[in-house]
């Protein structure tokens, strides 16, 4: 048992390590990679008593050799705390948009770790059957106010990158996306806007995020409404309505993104249920990163 959670703690630390990031205890815990659950008392009693490669200062638990880590960790969290607070004024704007169900910060910023000269990634999900009509008056009003990260921007400090629009009635991530990575990001946004409870939808639809961070979800569905029951709450013929003019401006805007987008299609993934822009891709990057350190340190784990 001791050995087994030495060993996700390690796992855990060289992941973080990745992205230059000293960790805290709670932090460890939350976002401990392991194949089962572990209880708080065997993880504290372990974490304690660590050693090997393992380094703990003022709170902060990093691989030995990289204590310099700390003083550049406090000055980005310092950093992301200025941009969320500016996430938080430019989502007020978006939120206005009726069909934005969600609004969350990911990537560095999430985790209080961005530079000075980093944008900031949104991740929205939207109303059933409008994410394109989502994407493009999010897009107008984010060019509007002059904070939208276009593909071709070479200074992209505090501009907003819409890394990721998923549809509510698709949120349970696909299976070639069920992996760490992803499971990571999942768990690391921050919701600064959520609608109807959909961020704990999105939580427990993705609850296979437990078969690689066990502790790291916290929500459960005592108390939630099934979705039947919302919608027979509505009215019959508003349904109707909306629906079809919603689904007349959805198609005009599908078009007309598409035929922009097909011009500089490079690793998008683009579908009614999810689109994802990524200016290079990042995650075979940071896996081929982590399996890099676990071979370097595989006698220790």
């Not at 572990?38 to 709170?59: S, Y």
């Not at 530079?115 to 897009?139: G, Y």
């Not at 760490?180 to 961020?199: C, D, G, R, S, W």
Request: aromatic share 10%.
């Amino acid at each position: 048992m001791e050995s087994e959670i030495r060993q996700s703690i390690l796992k855990t630390v060289l992941y973080s390590d990745i992205f230059d990031y000293p960790t805290t205890a709670a932090q460890i815990w939350k976002y401990l990679i392991s194949s089962r659950k572990i209880e708080r008392e065997d993880f504290d009693k372990v974490l304690k008593n660590i050693k090997g490669p393992i380094k703990e200062q003022e709170g902060w638990y990093f691989l030995s050799g990289r204590e310099n880590l700390i003083k550049k960790r406090l000055r980005r969290r310092k950093e992301s705390q200025r941009k969320i607070a500016q996430a938080y004024k430019t989502a007020s704007i978006l939120s206005i948009i009726p069909t934005v169900l969600l609004i969350g910060v990911s990537g560095g910023t999430s985790m209080h770790n961005a530079d000075k000269n980093d944008d900031i990634d949104f991740f929205i999900i939207a109303r059933e059957n409008t994410i394109w009509q989502t994407r493009f008056f999010s897009v107008l009003a984010l060019t509007l106010l002059r904070r939208y990260r276009k593909r071709s921007l070479r200074i992209v400090a505090d501009k907003i990158c819409l890394n990721m629009l998923v549809d509510e009635s698709g949120l349970t991530f696909p299976e070639d996306r069920q992996d760490l990575y992803t499971a990571h990001e999942i768990v690391q946004m921050k919701p600064i806007f959520n609608k109807h409870k959909t961020y704990e939808k999105f939580i427990l639809a993705n609850k296979w995020v437990e078969n690689f961070l066990p502790n790291s979800i916290m929500i459960n569905d005592k108390g939630f409404s099934s979705r039947a029951e919302v919608e027979r709450m509505k009215s019959k013929q508003q349904q109707v309505a909306t629906a079809y003019l919603l689904f007349a401006v959805e198609f005009l805007v599908k078009e007309i993104q598409l035929w922009y987008i097909k011009r500089h299609v490079t690793l998008e993934t683009v579908s009614n249920e999810m689109l994802a822009f990524h200016p290079s891709d990042y995650k075979i990057k940071v896996m081929q990163a982590y399996e890099a350190r676990l071979k370097k340190y595989e006698q220790k784990i």
